[in-house]
């Protein structure tokens, strides 16, 4: 059988996307997914300030804004802000990387959400210690599963 480069680029897009039906991370999803960007060390709650709207009627472009209480000096400063969504096909949504630099601990961009979930919110400092803060939100028409 002779594969024609049209019949490859289709089984290419469609083999692609297959994964993605119906594939939601699970709360153990989300759990092993923290678990590695904590190394083995746990998390303290507070100082992190996760702000998400409590109810999002399309999944698909939804605000976060994430802050944290630090000085922001060469002695002590955020070191990096992870966020995990525990609904989403991939848990892992996104890491920003910050220094003294970066003159405060915020940040705020859009995220996708594919169904009601809580997101959490987790910053390692430069003294190595993690600090979590997390958010609840209820979507009525998730994002991360259409085709």
Same mark, same amino acid.
């Given at each position: ?10 089984? #290419?897009? #469609?083999?692609?996307?297959? +994964? ?26 507070? %100082? ?26 060469? #002695? ?12 989403? +096909? ?27 979930? %809580? ?23 998730? #994002?991360?599963?259409?085709?």
């Amino acid at each position: 059988m002779t594969v024609t480069r049209r019949t490859f680029v289709i089984s #290419a897009a #469609a083999a692609s996307v297959l +994964p993605t039906l119906n594939a939601f991370a699970t709360v153990d999803d989300a759990t092993q997914a923290v678990d590695k960007i904590l190394g083995g060390r746990s998390a303290q709650v507070g %100082r992190v300030t996760l702000e998400i709207p409590p109810l999002v009627e399309n999944g698909n472009l939804v605000t976060m804004k994430v802050s944290v209480q630090s000085p922001m000096t060469e #002695a002590d400063y955020v070191r990096a802000v992870h966020i995990v969504a525990e609904g989403n +096909p991939l848990p892992n949504v996104v890491s920003f990387f910050l220094s003294p630099r970066s003159g405060r601990a915020a940040v705020t961009t859009r995220i996708r959400l594919g169904d009601s979930q %809580r997101v959490r919110a987790i910053a390692q400092l430069s003294d190595g210690s993690f600090w979590q803060g997390d958010a609840a939100t209820l979507v009525t028409l998730a #994002a991360c599963t259409e085709v």
